[in-house]
């Protein structure tokens, strides 16, 4: 085991992560929605979801435990007994961002980048009639 790891185990960052997760909820008192309701037009401020980032969580980290860039990016394979852990938390993340996009809380559009969901349009002139093909491609893996 190395000597300078913050997290001993994948229970460690797994609990990490969860009060990453009850931290974001905090947050979203931060970030409010003020909408005007009723026939009175009452103000009401509702905190808004904030979404899952790996940024997020490694600032979470960084601030709380220590630096845990090097558990996501095994350089060395240091880290190999984390990388079950590490890939948890990148698909929740990315489940997380695209059903966001997909109910309106957040940006579609950016979500699409984010996750490497890319819509493309394929317009062919046959003379008579142009044919639109629209496809999203495989996105890369590199999460």
Same mark, same amino acid.
């Given at each position: 085991?190395? #000597? ?11 609990? +990490? ?5 009850? /931290? ?5 008192? $931060?970030?409010?929605?003020?909408? %005007?309701?009723?026939?009175?037009? @009452?103000? =009401? +401020?509702?905190?808004?979801? =904030? ?6 969580? &490694? ?9 845990? @860039? ?8 240091? %880290? ?26 957040? /940006? #579609? ?14 317009? $062919? ?9 629209? %496809? +999203?491609? &495989?996105? /890369?893996?590199?999460?």
């Amino acid at each position: 085991m190395h #000597p300078t790891r913050i997290f001993k185990s994948e229970s460690e960052m797994q609990k +990490a992560w969860d009060n990453f997760k009850l /931290n974001l909820k905090e947050q979203s008192k $931060e970030w409010l929605k003020v909408q %005007y309701v009723g026939k009175e037009g @009452e103000r =009401v +401020a509702d905190g808004q979801k =904030v979404p899952m980032t790996l940024e997020g969580f &490694k600032r979470y980290c960084r601030e709380n435990h220590g630096e845990v @860039e090097q558990y996501f990016s095994n350089k060395d394979n240091i %880290y190999t007994d984390f990388v079950g852990i590490c890939s948890h938390i990148r698909g929740e993340i990315r489940e997380n961002q695209i059903i966001g996009g997909l109910l309106g809380f957040y /940006n #579609p559009s950016i979500t699409q980048r984010l996750n490497g969901l890319v819509e493309k349009t394929n317009n $062919e002139n046959t003379g008579e009639t142009t044919i639109t093909v629209v %496809y +999203a491609e &495989k996105p /890369n893996d590199n999460t």
